[in-house]
């Protein structure tokens, strides 16, 4: 909403100083710290109102130490971190962007699904919340939108440079470059580092690619809006986790939109990807900020209007800059969380056959509580995940010229 004003202002009126609101940087520093204002200053008056609503969480008993202390604790914070992520973005973003549009949309439709599981089981006194077939229904629908806009908009391409020509001595050719209209991603830890869908068909290629593209996308964002929400078990877990993610996309946001340091690091140089960088620091600043009450012993849970949405956001940010797959160890601390849950279930139900009896690998997942049960302090497991979380984005930031 600012941004066109100022650039009114800049361009039109040549008012002196305006022009600073145009600078990515300037305003993803003020996005941050808008949201930040926002949750903190904000969060306490949030938290209170949600209280005498009496939204507070029902517990399930697993027989985990603490569990008893955390019930009527105020839920449904993913409102905090929603309107810390929506407001500045809103202010401080280029709204004509497409990236930036796509995003908006994921921050609300997933935060929508969540609010509704939220709603059913705090309001209607059901612990299961809103049937899953219904939440897959729903990511699988925002997952076919990301997908055909990021396949079929003309505004998604990629920016590939031609190397300067030396036509005679002394003289040399201006560099030149095309935008391309291109299902094209990153493949970590390779010299030539791009992979184009079309590729993976063969000669169905051309016909199969916008299928294929949309089925991987879909599956992406649900991939990861339910690993968030597992991870969301114990105080501060998911949100720490999901602000060291924030930090990493936000890097290569900027240096995907910025062509000099593209082109030295050997990256995808994508055009408007620049604004992602406001988005994601609103994404920080909510995330950090809501650590504020959520950090242990917790003030206020984000539920799944939070858990549900920060994922898909992370999925949306990871494809729209061609970085899905580097999400399994970007997102390591989300995979390992879902995969305690998958090897779990299947391992019990296979003992169960052969055996006759279920037999499990972790004490109980997913694999946060399988350290509770084992009588770790609850601080403490989730210092231990933020740290294997910032050693999985120093080793993915690591990719940039691993190659």
């Known amino acids: 909403m600012l941004y066109p004003l100022f650039d009114y202002l800049d361009k039109v009126l040549d008012i002196p100083g305006t022009g600073v609101f145009r600078f990515i940087s300037f305003r993803a520093g003020m996005a941050a710290l808008f949201s930040l204002i926002i949750t903190i200053s904000f969060g306490h008056k949030i938290i209170a109102w949600i209280r005498n609503k009496q939204i507070g969480e029902t517990v399930r008993d697993l027989g985990l130490e603490g569990e008893k202390q955390k019930k009527g604790t105020p839920t449904m914070g993913g409102l905090m971190i929603m309107a810390a992520i929506l407001i500045p973005t809103l202010l401080f973003a280029d709204l004509n962007n497409i990236y930036i549009i796509l995003l908006l949309i994921t921050t609300v439709w997933l935060g929508a699904i969540g609010f509704v ?160 960088v406001i988005f994601a620091s609103a994404f920080i600043g909510a995330c950090v900020g809501f650590l504020w009450y959520n950090a242990y012993p917790a003030q206020v849970f984000m539920g799944d209007t939070g858990s549900l949405m920060l994922g898909g956001v992370i999925a949306v940010l990871a494809l729209t800059l061609r970085k899905e797959l580097l999400i399994p160890i970007m997102c390591g601390v989300f995979v390992i969380e879902n995969a305690s849950v998958m090897l779990q279930v299947g391992y019990f139900k296979y003992t169960r056959k052969k055996y006759g009896e279920g037999r499990r690998i972790f004490l109980m997942s997913p694999l946060h509580h399988h350290y509770q049960k084992k009588n770790i302090p609850e601080a403490k497991i989730v210092t231990r995940f933020w740290i294997v979380g910032i050693l999985l984005a120093v080793i993915t930031l690591a990719t940039l010229k691993l190659r």
């Open 117 to 276: 599981d939220d709603y059913i089981k705090v309001f209607k006194k059901n612990k299961e919340g809103l049937a899953g077939r219904f939440k897959i229904i729903g990511q699988i629908g925002i997952g076919i939108i990301v997908g055909s806009t990021l396949y079929f908009n003309e505004s998604v391409v990629i920016r590939e440079f031609t190397n300067p020509v030396s036509i005679e001595e002394g003289v040399v050719e201006t560099p030149t470059y095309r935008d391309v209209k291109v299902a094209k991603t990153t493949i970590p830890f390779t010299k030539n580092n791009e992979l184009n869908y079309e590729t993976l068909l063969g000669f169905m290629g051309e016909a199969m690619t916008p299928i294929l593209y949309i089925f991987v996308v879909t599956f992406i964002i649900t991939a990861v809006s339910n690993g968030a929400n597992i991870t969301d078990g114990i105080d501060g877990l998911a949100a720490g986790t999901s602000a060291i993610i924030g930090l990493t996309i936000a890097i290569f946001a900027y240096l995907s939109g910025n062509a000099i340091f593209s082109s030295y690091l050997n990256i995808m140089y994508i055009p408007n990807s620049g604004e992602l």
